[in-house]
């Protein structure tokens, strides 16, 4: 089972990135994905998570209006774009699949800083 995120860049603030996070050794089309953040010296925390069909998503407050996840389940693929960037932003972003068991990315470092 692998989750292997990529992406992460350091970017001015305002600007944009796009994480990925390809799945395989499991039948990622019946999970729930989800991402998380950890910033430095704080707790891990929930990002954003999509439905195994894709249709319904959720966001933290945080991120809701900047932030779009979407998946491609013919690909085994998540995404998380990521526009008008803050520096609160940065952090390491981490993949998940959310089951029974469930999986955790090594997660792909993101930095907003000018």
């Known amino acids: 089972v692998q989750l292997v995120e990529s992406g992460g860049d350091l970017v001015q603030p305002g600007g944009s990135l796009r994480l990925s996070c390809a799945a395989s050794g499991f039948t990622f089309s019946r999970y729930f994905m989800r991402w998380y953040r950890q910033a430095p010296g704080k707790e891990r925390e929930f990002v954003a998570s999509?439905?195994?069909?894709?249709?319904?998503?959720r966001y933290a407050n945080s991120v809701k209006g900047r932030f779009t996840i979407s998946r491609d389940n013919a690909k085994n693929t998540v995404h998380l774009q990521m526009n008008s960037l803050k520096p609160e932003d940065t952090a390491v972003y981490f993949c998940?699949?959310?089951?029974?068991?469930?999986?955790w990315g090594q997660g792909t470092q993101v930095t907003v800083s000018s």
């Open positions: 998940h699949a959310a089951g029974i068991p469930d999986y």
């Open positions: 999509i439905s195994t069909s894709g249709g319904s998503t």
